[in-house]
């Protein structure tokens, strides 16, 4: 009888602590949030994209019950781009049939809820590659395009430049075909249009050839690193893509670094390594470490050094063009209730990136900011989309931070990152929208001078404001003013 | 004490099933992308566990244990398989190794039961019975979860075959047990004969 007291005991408390553990907003299954798990709301409905017509029929309706409609792809982006309080959203990822592959002029057709995943298991046995996308081939093309992505390709620039056309399905029903040529004004609009001016149907992107790349990964102190890539990286040809990390270690805290390049490599044939990979080796460890590195400073020092050796050790490793676009993200995956790892985003001009990083290095140590690793990459100079955020030949510093979700753990990450963006904005940089919106209006409008257009080209196209969300709300201010 | 031990065991396969089944269910659903294919994964376990079922009754009298022996080995074998499965398939072999297994374990811990209790004191073993394999399955699953959140499925899965081996060591322990007792019941009766 006394065991069978202890063992029911056991799991009363067991269930009760889960139940309490658990029972934060961002845990709440009734309500809509995306990657980051701030600000749940309450949605009108979710609607999943399945066939043209249905979609055309669902604006309809909304516009007949006065509901607003946001978009959402796979919901990675971080301040309430993809939903809105009582409005309808829907939900594209059904939506992903890839429509044609054009192998002679290097192009494809999908739909836009297709992922980069989807993308590279169509084209990969013709030996094309995906021209330019996120580290992470999760991402639906809509949502990637939506936000003009950017990422390792350090030759292609943003992803609006990967684009051929798209067809728009507008506020008013009527589907338009988008391209440099046709409805040319909506192009730039559309895309980095964070879903305000309608639903992206279906894409044709332009593809790249599969390429084989030699893997290569460099230290060095921080001090050294503009200069590295503007005379070793930048200056050879036959380096494709180039990804850099930012120490977070304790004691070489913002001032090592380590660069990897993946330079063409002609010494073994492509078809040896183009196989795509399928999974992630080494979730559970990875998981683990780098739950040691949100936990502790050792934890950082730790994952810094085990991934120096290890990248230093694989160096001079191949890999496919489509592998290397297919980063591991699982190990980073984290799903605790009330706190969450939120990116931000910085995009600094070459020459002002060493004065930055000291300056955001303070910030982070003045306010106890939680910093889990900085990735570095290139974008360069692009005017097109109108929120551009590349103003000229940047470095795009990603940086990692695990937030408390309680409201003085957001309130105190707000005046930080404020700070940061402040210092950002100074030096000509800016920062990027798909994440948390913590930056202020006025720190979005210096950044985005062009915020006006923008804002008057939404209301020109969708007068009655069908497609919302609550980026949209937080940043239109009093209206296009 | 063979009752004892029958708990103990079963109690192990309930923290083991219960620890992955739940979360099994999620994995499968991900796989395939209607739910009539998800549905037919199940069929397809019942199918074997029915169809084996017949072939085995004959013989469940006899060999309970080593069925609930094998039973635990298939099924530790099968939870070492699932992270590695990349087709569905491969996924519907698994469902008919597990329906096996489950028409084995299923049989066997009645038979058992009913085997070491006696027509009109069973109640009191049963409701140990369910008592203990029930707190063994909710444990499971809320620490189930928790394994989930901070490493991978994949780990619950290797993490349920261990316990799947244990159960299959508390079954042999059983055969012991049981063996032992025999062997001093055929003395006894020689002596009583001699
Ligand atoms: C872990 C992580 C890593 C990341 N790495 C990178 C990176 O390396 N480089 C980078 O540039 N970004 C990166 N991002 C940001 C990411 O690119 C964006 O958040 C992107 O929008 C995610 O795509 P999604 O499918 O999740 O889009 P969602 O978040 O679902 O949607 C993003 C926006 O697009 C709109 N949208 C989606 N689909 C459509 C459609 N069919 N029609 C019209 N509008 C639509 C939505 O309304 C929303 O405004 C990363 C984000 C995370 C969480």
Redesign the pocket.
């Known amino acids: 009888m006394a065991k069978k007291t202890i063992a029911i005991t056991l799991l009363i408390a067991l269930s009760v602590i889960t139940y309490f553990r658990t029972s934060s907003a961002d845990q709440n299954p009734y309500l809509v949030t995306?990657?980051s798990r701030l600000h749940p709301v309450k949605v009108e409905r979710v609607v999943k994209g399945k066939e043209e017509t249905q979609l055309i029929h669902l604006l309809q309706d909304a516009r007949k019950q006065h509901l607003k409609v946001?978009?959402?792809?796979?919901?990675?982006?971080?301040g309430g781009?993809?939903y809105y309080k009582d409005g309808i959203v829907v939900d594209?990822t059904g939506y992903n049939r890839i429509l044609s592959i054009d192998r002679e002029h290097k192009k494809i057709t999908v739909q836009?809820?297709a992922t980069w995943e989807d993308i590279q298991e169509a084209v990969n046995r013709y030996g094309l590659a995906v021209r330019t996308m996120?580290?992470?081939n999760t991402?639906?093309v809509?949502?990637?395009i939506?936000?003009n992505?950017?990422?390792r390709d350090i030759r292609n620039g943003s992803m609006i430049k990967s684009v051929d056309s798209f067809r728009l399905l507008m506020a008013d029903g009527q589907i338009k075909q988008v391209s440099h040529s046709e409805n040319a004004e909506l192009f730039p609009l559309a895309l980095g249009?964070?879903?305000l001016f309608?639903?992206?149907l279906d894409v044709t992107l332009l593809l790249d050839d599969d390429e084989l790349y030699s893997v290569n990964t460099e230290t060095m102190p921080t001090a050294d690193y503009v200069r590295y890539f503007m005379q070793e990286v930048k200056t050879n040809p036959d380096i494709r893509m180039h990804i850099a990390r930012i120490s977070v270690s304790r004691g070489s805290f913002l001032t090592e670094m380590f660069a990897k390049n993946y330079t063409l490599d002609h010494s073994e044939p492509l078809e040896k390594y183009s196989k795509l990979t399928v999974r992630e080796p080494w979730t559970a460890p990875g998981k683990l470490l780098f739950q040691l590195n949100r936990s502790f400073d050792w934890g950082k020092t730790l994952t810094w050094d085990l991934q120096t050796a290890f990248f230093t050790e694989e160096s001079g490793e191949l890999i496919s063009r489509n592998n290397a676009m297919r980063a591991a993200?699982q190990f980073?995956e984290y799903d605790q209730p009330d706190s969450s790892d939120l990116?931000q985003e910085y995009f600094i001009p070459v020459r002002q990136f060493d004065d930055f990083v000291e300056a955001m290095g303070k910030i982070v140590r003045s306010e106890n900011l939680n910093l889990l690793n900085i990735t570095v990459r290139y974008v360069n100079e692009d005017n097109e989309a109108v929120l551009s955020y590349a103003k000229q030949d940047m470095f795009a510093l990603?940086c990692l931070f695990n937030v408390p979700l309680s409201s003085k753990g957001q309130s105190h990450m707000e005046q930080s990152v404020r700070q940061i963006v402040d210092e950002a904005i100074s030096r000509g940089g800016t920062y990027?929208l798909?994440y948390a919106g913590y930056p202020s209006l006025e720190q979005f409008r210096a950044a985005y001078p062009e915020y006006r257009l923008f804002f008057q080209k939404k209301l020109q196209y969708d007068p009655g404001e069908l497609f919302m969300?609550t980026?949209y709300e937080q940043y239109k201010g009093g209206g296009a003013e | 004490m063979n009752l004892s031990w029958l708990i103990r065991s079963q109690s192990l396969v309930t923290l083991a099933s219960g620890m992955i089944y739940p979360y099994y269910l999620l994995f499968l659903k991900n796989l395939g992308n209607s739910y009539s294919k998800y549905g037919l994964a199940f069929a397809v376990f019942t199918i074997s566990s029915a169809l084996v079922s017949q072939w085995l009754a004959p013989r469940l009298d006899r060999y309970s244990q080593r069925m609930l022996i094998a039973s635990s080995m298939g099924m530790m074998a099968a939870m070492l398989a699932f992270p590695w499965v990349m087709s569905y398939s491969v996924v519907l072999l698994l469902q008919l190794l597990m329906g096996i297994c489950n028409a084995m374990q299923k049989m066997s811990e009645r038979q058992l039961l009913a085997d070491y209790t006696i027509p009109g004191g069973r109640g009191a073993a049963i409701g140990n019975y369910h008592f203990w394999t029930t707190v063994a399955s909710g444990i499971a699953v809320v620490l189930g979860g928790y394994l989930i959140d901070w490493l991978t499925i994949n780990v619950l899965f290797y993490f349920s075959a261990l316990v799947y081996a244990a159960s299959a060591w508390a079954v042999w322990r059983m055969q012991k047990a049981d063996r032992g007792k025999e062997s001093v019941q055929a003395q006894k009766t020689k002596s009583v004969n001699g």
């Open positions: 995306d990657y946001s978009i959402a792809g796979q919901r990675h982006s971080q781009h993809t594209m836009a809820g996120q580290s992470q991402f639906t809509g949502g990637s939506s936000v992505a950017h990422g249009g964070y879903g309608g639903i992206i993200w980073m990116l990603v990027y798909p969300n980026f």
